[in-house]
């Protein structure tokens, strides 16, 4: 009974098998605008770059390029536009401060049409440059963990500490641009001596915590709450290594769109690591199109520690 069984079992997946019919089709799906544009009232120019989207796995791709024939128009109140340049040294469209001012708690459109595409459509609201009591130490650290492994010698870390504005919503990245002068043992065989060598060592990009996460926050039950992260300020360097640093940081408060993109980008990688799990979509506030326009303020600090403040 357990032959017949198997055997019918067999001869219904072959049946069935030969059932199937593969049919190649390739979809036409026609590329959209892709725009990303950021305003920032510290900055003297709002920039705007504009490229097309291209489908994957198609028998005729789109090649990704940079849209240069397009009008690209920006409005404080949806009604009136005021055309932004193309520069096509940078390759991107552009308006200056003097000519379309860019104001906290304002909220801006922007729509770009270009032959070929539908129109893209997008609005953002600029946040405020709110007071954080911004504050950034450094601590000695031995025996702990960074992205599960074990820092088992003496070095440093470096702690934000900052306090919400109450009664909205805030959301804070932290960027560093960061000078730091090294020096190194270095043996010359020739006299027999240890030499000192002297170097700079300049980095820029997002801070990162003990997990090697980019410091990306929200305020979301922390509402004007005081808020710390704890970052590696550079933990493959041992205290020893380490004279004089100066760090500069750059603290952006931006909106909800800024925020949301960067988190996706960052769940995205994450799930880089598991090819079986489904992609991840980025975020994008861009309608009939993709991309992101987003908004910030931002505010420099500068720390400079001395080789005492460091043991």
């Known amino acids: 009974m357990k032959k017949i069984s198997f055997y019918f ?12 019919t593969y049919v190649e089709k390739d979809l036409d799906i026609k590329p959209k605008l892709v725009l990303c544009g950021y305003l920032v009232p510290q900055l003297d120019t709002t920039i705007v770059t504009l490229t097309n989207s291209a489908t994957l796995f198609s028998k005729k791709p789109h090649k990704i390029e940079v849209v240069d024939n397009a009008t690209v128009e920006i409005s404080e109140n949806n009604v009136q536009w005021v055309k932004m340049e193309f520069s096509w040294l940078y390759q991107h469209y552009f308006i200056t401060q003097s000519q379309f001012p860019i104001r906290e708690g304002k909220t801006y459109y922007i729509r770009a049409s270009a032959p070929g595409f539908e129109t893209v459509l997008a609005s953002c609201t600029v946040p405020f440059l709110r007071e954080t009591n911004f504050n950034f130490k450094i601590e000695e650290a031995i025996n702990d963990i960074h992205s599960g492994n074990l820092y088992s010698w003496l070095h440093y870390h470096g702690c934000l500490e ?16 960061s000078l730091e002068m090294m020096f190194s043992w270095n043996y010359d065989p020739e006299t027999d001596e240890f030499i000192i060598d002297t170097s700079y060592h300049y980095a820029r990009g997002f801070f990162h915590d003990m997990n090697y996460k980019p410091c990306i926050y929200s305020d979301k039950g922390q509402d004007g709450k005081k808020m710390s992260a704890t970052i590696s300020t550079n933990s493959a360097f041992t205290m020893n290594d380490i004279k004089d640093t100066i760090v500069n940081i750059r603290l952006l408060q931006t909106d909800k769109n800024c925020y949301l993109l960067e988190k996706s980008l960052i769940d ?9 799990l489904e992609p991840m979509k ?18 420099d600090y500068v720390f400079e520690f001395e080789e005492e403040d460091l043991r």
């Open 162 to 177: 900052w306090t919400d504005y109450p009664g909205e919503e805030n959301y804070y990245m932290f960027c560093h641009n």
């Open 282 to 299: 980025i975020y994008s506030n861009i309608k009939n199109g993709y991309g992101i326009f987003g908004a910030f303020v931002m505010r």
């Open 9 to 20: 079992s067999l001869l219904l997946i072959i049946s069935l098998s030969s059932c199937i």
């Open 268 to 276: 995205s990688n994450d799930d880089m690591q598991f090819f079986l």
